[in-house]
């Protein structure tokens, strides 16, 4: 015989599997720290700067 299974529990599991892989893809997404974001945007300014200073007339 199967064994007996409690959906509510198996639904609440699903949804706390598919919650906790949404925090993952967060934490990846939007989980960086002040300094990485303010070096980030150097480093897109020194990029703009050289490709600036490259420019022909």
């Known amino acids: 015989m199967a064994d007996i299974l409690n959906l509510n529990k198996a639904r609440k599991a699903r949804a706390k599997a598919q919650a906790s892989a949404k925090a993952v893809e967060n934490r990846a997404k939007f989980g960086r720290t ?17 490709l600036d200073g490259a420019r022909r007339e």
């Open 34 to 50: 002040k300094a990485q974001k303010a070096a980030d945007e150097a480093e897109r300014a020194r990029i703009s700067e050289n």
